[in-house]
Every structure is written in structure tokens, then in C-alpha cells.
């Protein structure tokens, strides 16, 4: 009897769950789970906008603004309902700075820093359900953003030219450009300015004379580089919000590389196999980089038994055995801006040498076996001239 009345009880709260749910879903969800935080960083002076994207289908019904001040409590901006937006106090810190676009985002103009902070809007669907959008807004006032670490890297070729550009955010009003170069081991130098469209040289009697000139407000260029040119270009932009920002470059200046010479040494040469030792050379300073093919890149961390590179890559030590491999190797000699090669063929050399091993040795075969001629021969005549003698001797004692 208790397990038939359970049963009656357990069905009549299901059919009144039911009802509740299907009559009234405000009164058991009203809330979905919050949307993620959009961060939003501008500078003082710009605009914001904070656009609400709604995922529900159903009508909404209120956009109620909330802003969270990094200090202080939180301020109720207003709401938009019914087609209007109301601001509840006129008189706060954003006055006639707020605006809807379409009713679903807030646009917040001529940004002070105090701005900085999060700004909530709770969305109410005409179920009743709630959905919460959050956007965290940082204004920077005065806005200096030092120069990028590490500075842009550029190679230039000597005699050549370089374009410093710069990277600008577009809408993006550009008042003043500052460009200080700073060479190698010598004092910094303001090389050019940029204000009301116009290019000034403050030292137009510098070492670049010239050779500066401006492509476009945001693009600065050296032409006829020498070596003395390599160096730091730091750049300083004034933006109209009096936002400034810092770029910076660092200007490397090569001399192109001169021609690579390659010596050999032979250490042992046989038809078989040739053991010798490539030198590859390059007048120049320190910024070279050697290498070696043999149709395909030798590399040090790949040597096998036939090759070994020493010497910074250098010198290249061969036991090289003919057939087995292409008897060309190349000599490759580059700094970032420019390369030359050489080419020796070891076939020849080898075999030359080989040549003259077995020449050498047929000679001292036969030097041997002269020798050894003659020696016989010395003895066979000893040996007669003394059977000669002891005959004589023989004959003149007789009675």
C-alpha cells in the first residue's frame, strides 16, 4: 500500500514539475552562463566600442549597462529598452560620452583614462532569461610604448640602400616622427624630423648629407651605405591622442664577400683510395661563413667515414675513394648580404699522385735491382780474379 502511494505521489510531482517548467521557465532558469571577458586597450582621446553579440534567438526585451571603475563602486550607466537608451545620471564622469549603435553596443568617445575598466551588460530576453557580456577596457594616457626587444634586424650590402618603415596602426593620425641614429661606438645623432608634412635635417652637414631622404611620412631613406653607417635607428612617433611610440632598428652594413681561394694537401694517394686535406680561404673580416658541397651540403654534425670539417668548416679532410662519389667539391663563402663559391676537382690530383707513387716506386724497384746487378757481378769477378791469382801462384812453385 506505501509503495502504491509512493509511486501516486512521485507521478503527480513530475506532472507539476512539468507544468512549472512549461508555464513558467523564468522561475526555474534565468540565467545562462556568462560570456567571455573581451579585453579592449585604446588610447586616450580614441573611441570605444563594446558590441554585445547575442546568442539567443528570442527578442530582447533590455540592454542594462553596468561599469565597474578600477577604484570606487560600480556605476549604473543606463539602460536601452523599448527602442530608446536611458542614462540614469547625466552628471558622472562620461556626460554626453555614451551612445548606443543599434542597441546592442555601447560606444564610449574621447576616452579619459578614468575610463579604464569593466563594463558589464546584462541582456534580458523576453523569457526572462539573462545573459551577462563582459568587456575589460584599458586607456592609456599619454601612451608611450618603448621600441620592440630586439630591434628589427637589417643587412645591407655596402654601396647599397636601406628603408626604415614603419609599422603604423592604421587611423592612426601621425603629428611628429623623430629618427636619432646611433653608429656603432659613437654618440647618438637626430638625423631627420617629420612635422606638418615636412622633412627637416637639423645637421644637414652630417656624414649622411644627402643621402637621407623621406619616402612617405612613415618611411625613412639611406642611400650609398658604408660600413661606418651600421648602427641603431630609433625611431619616435607623436600620434594626435599624444600617444607616443618607440620603434627601433639596428643596421648591419656587410662588405660583399671576396673571392674564395682552395688549397690541397695530399697526404697518401693510391688507385683506391686518396687521403688529403681541402683549405678554403677568403680574405675578409670575421662575418664569413664557410661551407662544402659535394652535389649535396657536407655538414659537420652528418660527417661520415669519407669526410671530416674542421676549422670553423674550413678545412674539409677527405678519404676519398674514386667511384664512389662525385670527385667535385664547392667551397661556399657568404656573409647575410652576399656569397661566392669555388670548385676543385680531386680527381686529377689524386691520380697524379698516384702516378708519381707508383713511379717512385718502379724506380727504386729498379735502382734496387741495378744495385743488386752490380753487386753480383763484383762478386763473380772477385771470385775470378782470385782463382786467377791462385793459379799463378800454383804454376810458380812447381820443381
Not at 678545412?315 to 661566392?340: A, E, G, I, M, Y
Amino acid at each position: 500500500m506505501a509503495a502504491k502511494c509512493a509511486g501516486k505521489i512521485s507521478v503527480v510531482c513530475l506532472l507539476l514539475g512539468t507544468f512549472i517548467i512549461c508555464s513558467f521557465p523564468g522561475l526555474v532558469s534565468s540565467q545562462v552562463p556568462k560570456t567571455p571577458t573581451i579585453l579592449l586597450n585604446k588610447i586616450l582621446g580614441e573611441s570605444a566600442l563594446l558590441p554585445v553579440h547575442i546568442t539567443s534567438a528570442n527578442t530582447v526585451s533590455i540592454v542594462k549597462w553596468i561599469f565597474h571603475p578600477r577604484k570606487g563602486e560600480a556605476n549604473d550607466l543606463g539602460r536601452f529598452s523599448d527602442g530608446k537608451w536611458v542614462r540614469w545620471n547625466m552628471s558622472d564622469n562620461f556626460g554626453q560620452r555614451l551612445e548606443t549603435v543599434d542597441g546592442s553596443m555601447l560606444k564610449i568617445s574621447n576616452l579619459v583614462v578614468k575610463d579604464s575598466g569593466v563594463y558589464k551588460a546584462h541582456v534580458t530576453f523576453s523569457t526572462g532569461v539573462t545573459e551577462t557580456h563582459t568587456f575589460g577596457l584599458t586607456v592609456y594616457g599619454a601612451a608611450h610604448f618603448p621600441a620592440q626587444d630586439p630591434p628589427n634586424q637589417l643587412h645591407r650590402i655596402l654601396g647599397g640602400s636601406v628603408l626604415f618603415r614603419l609599422n603604423i596602426p592604421p587611423l592612426k593620425r601621425v603629428d611628429e616622427v623623430e629618427w636619432k641614429f646611433t653608429p656603432t661606438g659613437v654618440q647618438p645623432l637626430l638625423v631627420a624630423e617629420f612635422a606638418e608634412g615636412k622633412l627637416r635635417r637639423p645637421h644637414a652637414n652630417d656624414s649622411f648629407g644627402p643621402w637621407v631622404e623621406m619616402v612617405d611620412e612613415t618611411t625613412l631613406k639611406m642611400k650609398d651605405l658604408t660600413v661606418a653607417d651600421s648602427g641603431v635607428m630609433d625611431v619616435r612617433v607623436r600620434f594626435a591622442s599624444s600617444a607616443i611610440v618607440e620603434y627601433s632598428f639596428r643596421l648591419m652594413v656587410h662588405e660583399p664577400v671576396p673571392p674564395p681561394q682552395i688549397n690541397h694537401q695530399v697526404i697518401s694517394s693510391t688507385a683506391n683510395r686518396c687521403n688529403m686535406t681541402l683549405h678554403c680561404r677568403a680574405p675578409g673580416k670575421s662575418d664569413l661563413h664557410f661551407s662544402w658541397e659535394n652535389r649535396n651540403p657536407l655538414r659537420t654534425s652528418e660527417a661520415l667515414d669519407w669526410y671530416r670539417l674542421t676549422n670553423d668548416d674550413k678545412d674539409l679532410h677527405l678519404s676519398w675513394r674514386p667511384n664512389t662519389s662525385d670527385s667535385t667539391f664547392t667551397c661556399l663563402v657568404s656573409n647575410p648580404v652576399d656569397q661566392k663559391n669555388i670548385s676543385l676537382d680531386v680527381f686529377n690530383i689524386c691520380h697524379d699522385e698516384a702516378q708519381d707513387g707508383c713511379s717512385c716506386f718502379s724506380w727504386v724497384r729498379t735502382a734496387m735491382a741495378v744495385g743488386l746487378g752490380l753487386q753480383v757481378a763484383t762478386i763473380i769477378l772477385l771470385n775470378i780474379l782470385e782463382r786467377k791469382v791462385s793459379d799463378q801462384r800454383c804454376v810458380g812453385v812447381e820443381p
